[in-house]
């Protein structure tokens, strides 16, 4: 089954903490990103990728990092320089031909005290 | 500055009746429309799009149309189905771009 898997679904994490999101997709897409959601707001672009060890910022990058090392995955840093982490974070996937036409995962909610 | 922009945060529509669903945008260089479907604790699923070259795209119970001067595009969902209850986003993009720029959402509730 191709799809895109994120893990954890839930992850709890102390304020000062970097935090590590997992996302891989078997789907053989370029493109991978990562937005986070807020309650009563629309999906906001953290990072983007469009080919290995190649990303850009979003709308909001300050205080994520990213890495492509890989085709299939794209791992996501929360740092402690992020000032409000506690988000529902999504990864997404798109393929060369159909670029507009993007895969979610699941979704980790994420969660800083 | 809110690019795109879904004014109705909710709807309420019998089962069987038309559901539309309306999103506004301000920046015309998007050329390129989707609407994904979310439910609560999952990822959006894709659902239809729509380039701006066409004013209709069509599918199944589902229809989105684009008024690329009013800078308006609805999804309709004929008939709706209590399964249809969730919330709905509509996403643009600029030409060129792998960026996407999506609405707050709009949710949806088909009472049976």
């Known amino acids: 089954d191709g799809g895109i898997t994120q893990s954890p679904k839930y992850l709890f994490r102390k304020e000062g903490q970097n935090v590590t999101l997992s996302c891989e997709q078997n789907?053989?897409?370029?493109?991978m990103y990562w937005y986070r959601q807020d309650p009563g707001q629309g999906l906001r672009l953290i990072y983007y990728?469009?080919?290995?060890?190649?990303?850009q910022k979003g709308d909001i990058a300050e205080g994520y990092s990213v890495s492509r090392e890989k085709k299939e995955s794209f791992p996501l840093t929360v740092t402690s320089a992020q000032k409000n982490p506690t988000a529902f974070y999504l990864c997404?996937?798109?393929?060369?031909?159909?670029?507009?036409?993007?895969?979610f995962g699941p979704g980790t909610r994420l969660t800083v005290t | 500055d809110q690019q795109v922009k879904q004014n109705s945060p909710s709807l309420s529509v019998q089962e069987g009746r038309i559901s539309i669903l309306n999103c506004d945008y301000t920046n015309s260089m998007f050329d390129y429309f989707l609407w994904y479907k979310k439910y609560p604790a999952e990822g959006p699923t894709f659902l239809i799009s729509?380039?701006?070259?066409?004013d209709k795209n069509e599918d199944g119970r589902f229809t989105v149309f684009l008024n690329k001067s009013a800078k308006h595009l609805s999804l309709h969902i004929v008939p709706s189905q209590p399964g249809d209850s969730a919330v709905y986003f509509c996403a643009a993009s600029p030409s060129g771009t792998y960026k996407y720029i999506f609405g707050t959402g709009t949710r949806l509730k088909v009472l049976a």
């Open positions: 789907l053989n897409h370029d493109a």
């Open positions: 729509i380039s701006s070259i066409k």
């Open positions: 990728s469009q080919i290995v060890n190649d990303f």
């Open positions: 997404a996937s798109s393929s060369r031909d159909r670029l507009y036409e993007q895969y």
